[in-house]
């Protein structure tokens, strides 16, 4: 594993990554299979000089220029496989298909890419069938997303649906085809009834962990939704 904190934010012009860097980091660790970049400037680093033996990439406050993750230069990951995006403006729909149609990702972490769109997700999504962990977090997404999930993420073992402000029980709904979900967390916003969760949880027979956020359901509801739910560890967060 590798850390590294760029200076995006600050006034020094230093540069702490460069093409030539990470293609030396390329030769010389082989066994690097995870790289965490923050506040880092990567408009001027080539795709292709990404280290290609890694297995997990995260990018937290990063500018990325529009040509990351496509063409023949995705071919540079060939063993990603763990994907996390924080806050970083400039990642896409264009950028989100790029990468799931070059890598077989099992896990993928969107936090803050407000550019990512209901259609992103139904281009992207006949490519991520292997997802086993999905964080959708600060996205501008909504139904249509959700049908795209429920359709082609099967495998999905966890689940992050959170600050999505468009979803309604008819999104929700869609999620009950995902018969291997272990765990769901998901914020609750006035267009999701107390009834919609409970039949969700209840169509998936692997659940074991539900997390509420932002619900402000009566102490009647909350208990009714823990008694319908025996299996399942209940919790509620702000």
């Not at 997404?141 to 600050?163: P, V, Y």
Request: charged residues 20%; positive net charge; contains cysteine.
């Amino acid at each position: 594993t590798l850390r590294l904190r760029g200076a995006l934010h600050s006034s020094s012009k230093r540069r702490i990554l460069s093409p030539a860097l990470l293609a030396a980091l390329g030769k010389r660790c082989p066994q690097l299979h995870r790289l965490c970049l923050t506040e880092t400037d990567l408009r001027s680093i080539p795709y292709e000089n990404v280290p290609p033996s890694l297995r997990a990439l995260e990018l937290s406050h990063c500018e990325i220029p529009a040509a990351w993750f496509c063409g023949s230069a995705a071919r540079a990951l060939p063993q990603l496989q763990h994907l996390v995006i924080r806050n970083v403006p400039a990642f896409s729909d264009r950028h989100l298909l790029n990468v799931s149609s070059q890598s077989s990702l099992k896990t993928l972490s969107l936090c803050g890419t407000y550019r990512v769109t209901d259609m992103g997700i139904q281009r992207a999504a006949p490519h991520l069938e292997e997802l086993e962990h999905l964080v959708l977090r600060h996205c501008v997404i909504g139904d249509s997303a959700m049908g795209f999930i429920g359709r082609h993420m099967k495998h999905l073992r966890f689940l992050e649906i959170s600050d999505t402000y468009s979803l309604t029980n008819a999104g929700l709904a869609c999620l009950a085809s995902l018969k291997c979900l272990e765990t769901l967390c998901l914020d609750v916003c006035d267009k999701i009834s107390p009834g919609a969760v409970i039949a969700l949880c209840q169509a998936l027979p692997q659940l074991r962990n539900l997390k509420l956020g932002g619900a402000c359901f009566e102490d009647a509801v909350i208990d009714k939704i823990q008694a319908s739910l025996p299996h399942c560890s209940f919790s509620l967060t702000p």
